[in-house]
Nanobody, 123 residues
Framework: QVHLVESGGGSVQAGGSLRLSCVAS??????MGWFRQTPGKELEGVAV????????YYTDSLRGRFTISRDSAKNTVYLQMNSLKPEDTAMYYC??????????????????WGQGTQVTVSS
């Protein structure tokens, strides 16, 4: 069992930056990352990082603005979000599990989820 706790969400103006953090209670996962969801829509994979290979995967539309990183000693994953746009407004969820790389953006593959942190970007 892995307990995930997110922090760092908030409100920011367009063009601003936020950094999300997610602390895991144990190391029993191979991948950890971020999904986001807006009302009425499905969870969207944002970015993940694999603990063994350190490989990172991003949804194409966010590559270059968002950066995922991990501090293994702190068992924490970060999502640095720059040049934020109003369309980035969403609830952001941390997720972890044992997921094949080809399925990294499939929410149902992840076993563990945080409670979510809201990001609101105003124009």
């Amino acid at each position: 069992q892995v307990h995930l706790v997110e922090s760092g969400g908030g409100s920011v103006q367009a063009g601003g930056s936020l950094r999300l953090s997610c602390v895991a209670s144990s190391y029993t996962y191979s991948v950890m990352g971020w999904f986001r969801q807006t009302p009425g829509k499905e969870l969207e994979g944002v970015a993940v990082i694999y603990t063994g290979s350190h490989n990172k995967y991003y949804t194409d539309s966010l590559r270059g603005r968002f950066t995922i990183s991990r501090d293994s000693a702190k068992n924490t994953v970060y999502l640095q979000m720059n040049s934020l746009k109003p369309e980035d407004t969403a609830m952001y969820y941390c997720a972890a599990g044992y997921v094949p790389t080809l399925r990294w953006s499939t929410a149902s593959e992840f076993s563990y989820w945080g409670q979510g942190t809201q990001v609101t970007v105003s124009s």
